[in-house]
């Protein structure tokens, strides 16, 4: 099964706002509500920051939102800050019980 | 607070085996299915496996299916994931995670690096 596809860079300006896609298929994103997305700084280990397509876990800042419309996932990344530059990758799961990644999202902080 | 980690990678011939573990603490292990996440050296995440909380099934991937499988001991809280026929695309930090009620990865450990390399 293919990754489902993310832009490879997405950058912004201090305090903008950015959105981050992720398309997959009715076979995984589209079938469910089980889409999560990640965040990753360079050596580091993936941190989860959206779960169940658009609920944060404790501790997560509320800038980041996520929602899902049709087979495409959504990340929303809002007041940008240097500390958000990272690598962002969403997943899902799919309907033959497996899971699935994107190739992930490079965001850069102008 | 939840702990995971693995153990086991390291340096390994083509066509040869290895086997990885992960140790949990700090929750109840019994109680959630466990995953496998593994990440090629400059590459991005890719899935390779869960297991059901009691062992009882599990899935794989297709680029591991029939070659690596997934086990758990739930008395010792560790999870296992056994690699055979391993080749040069196997190479990657392994990363264990648990399942979250939303059914994908929230903890992960530290990974565990495997080279395959003749």
């Known amino acids: 099964q293919s990754a489902l596809t993310q832009p490879a860079s997405v950058s912004g300006s201090p305090g903008q706002s950015i959105t981050l896609s992720c398309t997959g298929t009715s076979s995984d994103v589209g079938a469910f509500n089980y889409v999560s997305w990640y965040q990753q700084h360079p050596g580091k280990v993936p941190k989860l920051i959206i779960y169940?397509?658009?609920n944060r876990p404790s501790g997560i800042s509320d800038r980041f939102s996520g929602s899902k419309s049709a087979n495409t996932a959504s990340l929303t990344i809002s007041g940008l800050q240097a500390e958000d530059e990272a690598d962002y990758y969403c997943?899902?799961?799919?309907?033959?019980?497996?899971?699935?990644f994107g190739g992930g999202t490079k965001v850069t902080v102008l | 607070q939840v702990h995971l980690v693995e153990s086991g990678g390291g340096v390994v011939q083509p066509g040869r085996s290895l086997r990885l573990s992960c140790a949990a603490s700090?929750?109840?292990?019994?109680?959630?299915?466990m995953h496998w996440v593994r990440q090629a050296p400059g590459k991005g995440l890719e899935w390779v496996a869960v297991?059901?909380?009691?062992?009882?099934?599990?899935f794989e991937a297709d680029s591991v299916k029939g070659r690596f499988t997934t086990s758990r001991d739930n008395t010792k809280n560790t999870l296992h994931l056994q690699m055979n026929s391993l080749t040069v695309e196997d190479s990657a930090v392994y990363y264990c995670a648990r399942d979250s009620n939303s059914a994908l990865p929230d903890y992960w450990g530290q990974g565990a690096l495997v080279t395959v390399s003749s």
């Open positions: 700090g929750f109840t292990f019994n109680n959630f299915a």
């Open positions: 997943s899902s799961h799919t309907t033959a019980n497996t899971r699935i």
């Open positions: 169940g397509v658009n």
């Open positions: 297991i059901a909380s009691d062992g009882s099934h599990g």
